[in-house]
């Protein structure tokens, strides 16, 4: 009989899987649907000098921004990171090694990554410091870089609905990286909102199938902070 995929635990879920040195695709687009439990868990762990790809690097004291604080991370790869403060004052320091990329060309590496598509040409960049150093190419008349595809170690990600097969349903804007993040990674390690039989859902539901994952988590209560709140007076008020 096969090894159930859900357990009890964030920490749990990550005993046996992450390292020192590993590459980590990090789920969510902002602060939405990133895996906020096993972030956590993942920085108790200790684990250090983690190469991780992500939308963002979160913000201070939050998501990613916790792995900022205790220095386990030495390189991001990301196209936006503009609400950490802690990331620019490494950055600018030299501590930290920053990759940013064109956010339709990083969830592209993460999915070609998981396809089996080593590289491909993009016309984003062309003629700016994205393409400096790479291959370039014409077709048709118009000229497009080479990108090299991503792979890692290990997808942490943020459902909000698995079966226990890992079949995921996502909500809304967090499937924007999540299925990438899944896909690109050896081992996929999901955070949910909700569990339930392998059955319940229709397969037209499914967003990714359950053949991406290894690791299932509950998380029933997540916090899902506000990036940033901008409010309008109100006329009359």
């Keep these: 009989m096969s090894r159930s ?24 687009f902002g602060l939405c649907g990133i895996p906020e439990a096993l972030i956590e868990a993942l920085r ?21 921004g916790l792995l900022l604080q205790t220095r386990q991370i030495k390189k991001m790869i990301s196209s936006y ?12 320091a030299g501590e930290l090694e920053v990759e940013l990329t064109p956010q339709g060309t990083l969830a592209e590496k993460l999915r070609s990554g998981g396809a089996g598509i080593p590289a491909f040409y993009t016309a984003t960049g ?19 870089v080479l990108e090299h595809s991503l792979r890692a170690d290990v997808a942490l990600i943020k459902a909000q609905k698995a079966d226990k097969s890992g079949n995921l349903i996502f909500n809304k804007t967090a499937r ?6 899944a896909m690109a990674g050896k081992i996929t390690i999901v955070e949910v ?13 499914v967003h990714l199938p359950g053949i ?16 940033k709140t901008t409010t309008k007076a109100v006329e009359g008020a």
Excluded: H, M, W
């Design 5 to 28: 995929k859900v357990y009890s635990s964030a920490e749990e879920a990550l005993k046996g899987i992450v390292s020192d040195g590993q590459t980590l695709a990090i789920g969510g």
């Design 44 to 64: 108790d762990s200790g684990v250090k000098d983690l190469t991780c790809i992500s939308n963002n690097a979160g913000v201070d004291e939050f998501g990613l």
């Design 81 to 92: 990171v503009g609400e950490n403060k802690e990331f620019e004052r490494q950055y600018l």
């Design 126 to 144: 062309v003629g700016t410091q994205v393409a400096e150093g790479k291959e370039t190419r014409d077709f048709d008349g118009r000229t497009y």
């Design 176 to 181: 924007n990286f999540n299925p990438d993040c």
């Design 193 to 205: 909102e909700e569990i339930v039989e392998t059955g319940t859902f229709d397969p037209d539901e």
């Design 212 to 227: 991406f994952v290894q690791r299932i988590v509950l998380n029933s209560n997540p916090e899902k902070r506000i990036e």
